[in-house]
Nanobody, 128 residues
Framework: QVQLVESGGGSVQAGGSLNLTCRYS????????MGWFRQEPGKEREPVAG???????NYADSVKGRFTAAKDNTKNTLYLQMNSLKPEDTAMYYC??????????????????????WGQGTQVTVSS
């Protein structure tokens, strides 16, 4: 049974930092495509960062230079370090995984759009 459980969300002031974690279990392969997504009320869910099946990491333009995604297969954990947070980063954050994806060589814009397994989400609120 596949499970993903996020933690680490909270409320911070603009300019602050948060580190989200996503513990995953039940996968038969450590090379699944994985990603972090976020969703504001009334808006579509959008990808924030993705890790492809070769371990390449890409980011949405809105978070480049501020967020860092990483995966530790020895701990079955996906991380999202978020620095220099802005009020517009306020959203519910989800980790997701499933299938295999390969970002195009040299591309920093490829991101997973739909994945099969999702966590329950963790709220991030950034105040000005």
């Amino acid at each position: 049974q596949v499970q993903l459980v996020e933690s680490g969300g909270g409320s911070v002031q603009a300019g602050g930092s948060l580190n989200l974690t996503c513990r995953y279990s039940g996968f038969t392969d450590t090379n699944y495509c994985m990603g972090w997504f976020r969703q504001e009320p009334g808006k579509e869910r959008e990808p924030v960062a993705g890790i492809d099946s070769d371990g390449r990491v890409n980011y949405a333009d809105s978070v480049k230079g501020r967020f860092t995604a990483a995966k530790d297969n020895t701990k079955n954990t996906l991380y999202l370090q978020m620095n220099s947070l802005k009020p517009e980063d306020t959203a519910m954050y989800y980790c997701a995984a499933g299938g295999y994806c390969y970002f195009r060589p040299g591309s920093d814009t490829d991101l997973p759009r739909t994945l099969g397994y999702w966590g329950q989400g963790t709220q991030v609120t950034v105040s000005s």
